[in-house]
T-cell receptor, first 114, second 114 residues
Framework: DTAVSQTPKYLVTQMGNDKSIKCEQN?????MYWYKQDSKKFLKIMFS???????INETVPNRFSPKSPDKAHLNLHINSLELGDSAVYFC?????????????FGQGTRLTVV | GESVGLHLPTLSVQEGDNSIINCAYS??????FIWYKQESGKGPQFIID?????DKRQGQRVTVLLNKTVKHLSLQIAATQPGDSAVYFC?????????????FGKGTKLTVNP
């Protein structure tokens, strides 16, 4: 059973398009995250949600809009895609928000904007 | 600012040797640290964590050491195996403005030679 699953695994699209990445966790966790990993493997947090409430928006452009329909899902919608958006996007979840809470990661979605 | 850096971007060891991966962090208020392992094409996977009230924690073949005086974290892997080849990240939990987030370092690529 996959604990944190993301779809699609690969996404190739043209500049200017709008795309979505879906994420679901079956761990019963309260908190979910989106991270972006660039070509140099640097992982940076984008958003975190706790019980469907946005907690962190790490100065991400408005073109990125997370949506949490319930605490098991956190989808990422990206408008007007740009070349610089090409990266691997990871969804993660943790049992609780904050101190001492290990994050479990999905397999990642490799987004390529051409 | 927030930064978690690594002294060595790459590390190559012989199978059976012990590996040490180092990490420097800048936020003296960080209270929780995690080491993650990321294999090619996969999401980061939890290895071991440590809280700021400890200076050492041991797992199976892995040990994490925390030196708060110099803000240094290390991961020791005993009897390194080919399956340990991966990129290793240290991450620190940073509390700021009522929110908490996990900030990742740049990663060290460990290669285990048979």
């Amino acid at each position: 059973d996959t604990a944190v699953s993301q779809t699609p695994k690969y996404l190739v699209t043209q500049m200017g398009n709008d795309k979505s990445i879906k994420c679901e966790q079956n761990l019963g966790h309260d908190t979910m995250y989106w991270y972006k990993q660039d070509s140099k493997k640097f992982l940076k947090i984008m958003f975190s949600y706790n019980n469907k409430e946005l907690i962190i928006n790490e100065t991400v452009p408005n073109r990125f809009s997370p949506k949490s329909p319930d605490k098991a899902h956190l989808n990422l919608h990206i408008n007007s895609l740009e070349l610089g958006d090409s990266a691997v996007y990871f969804c993660a979840s943790s049992q609780a928000y904050g101190w001492g809470s290990e994050a479990f990661f999905g397999q990642g979605t490799r987004l390529t904007v051409v | 600012g927030e930064s978690v850096g690594l002294h060595l971007p790459t590390l190559s060891v012989q199978e059976g040797d012990n590996s040490i991966i180092n990490c420097a962090y800048s936020n003296s208020a960080s209270d929780y640290f995690i080491w993650y392992k990321q294999e090619s094409g996969k999401g980061p996977q939890f290895i071991i964590d440590i809280r700021s009230n400890m200076d050492k924690r041991q797992g199976q073949r892995v040990t994490v050491l925390l030196n708060k005086t110099v803000k240094h974290l290390s991961l020791q892997i005993a009897a390194t195996q080919p399956g340990d080849s991966a990129v290793y990240f240290c991450a620190e939990n940073i509390s700021k403005g009522g929110s908490e987030k996990l900030v990742f370092g740049k990663g060290t690529k460990l290669t285990v030679n048979p």
